[in-house]
């Protein structure tokens, strides 16, 4: 019995058998993606003030800048 079958039977409602999942899936323009293959170069941990957490980060010059507002601030 496959979930489809399993949800039908639960609620005693037919589900439709139309999924998205037959489209083919085309790119758009002339995305590459290649954003995602920069290396982290460190880490930021925000003050409970600015919502507090911690993110990685990409870019240098952004990491400079969170040192100059005495946030911590991890290189790798």
């Known amino acids: 019995m496959d979930l489809r079958t399993a949800l039908a ?3 005693g409602k037919t589900v439709s058998t139309k999924t998205s999942l037959n489209k083919e899936v085309k790119p758009r323009g002339s ?3 290649k954003h995602a293959l920069r ?3 460190g880490t930021v941990t925000y003050p409970i003030s600015r919502g507090g957490g911690t993110v990685w980060i990409k870019s240098a010059h952004a990491l ?5 507002k005495h946030y911590e ?3 790798l």
């Not at 400079?64 to 100059?68: F, P, S, V």
Request: charged fraction near 20%; avoid cysteine.
């Open 9 to 11: 039977l639960a609620y």
């Open 31 to 33: 995305y590459k993606g």
């Open 39 to 41: 290396p982290y170069v």
């Open 64 to 68: 400079r800048n969170y040192e100059a």
């Open 73 to 75: 601030v991890v290189w």
